[in-house]
């Protein structure tokens, strides 16, 4: 799932966390389609619905480091999708108030 993107406020310096910014997250899965490849039912494969909803809840919750943030979305995913057998999420703050131009800053965790 590429490309999703959220209004929130992240950041460590205490402006960001009262006026927040945009953030895009990618989250790359690999599990076993087999069954719904064959079977053609939702529920034969993870749902990219639910997926968006549960990285939706933790962008929901403030944190100071997009460490953080990346790591609660991983933790949830293999609690909520055991069939994930791995999964990398890259979190980006765009337009980052760095004192100069710069696109983004990202964090990139797997496992």
């Not at 034969?44 to 790591?71: C, F, G, P």
């Amino acid at each position: 799932m590429e490309g999703m993107e959220f209004f929130a406020y992240h950041g460590h310096f205490k402006e960001e966390q009262i006026i927040g910014t945009k953030f895009k997250v990618d989250l790359e899965m690999e599990f076993d389609t087999a069954k719904a490849e064959n079977s053609d039912h939702l529920h034969d494969t993870v749902n990219y619905q639910e997926v968006y909803l549960l990285v939706k809840q933790e962008m929901e919750i403030n944190s100071h480091l997009l460490e953080r943030v990346a790591r609660r979305i991983l933790d949830s995913m293999k609690q909520a999708f055991p069939q994930v057998r791995t999964i990398q999420v890259k979190i980006s703050k765009l337009n980052p108030p760095l004192g100069g131009k710069v696109n983004q800053v990202s964090c990139i965790l797997a496992e």
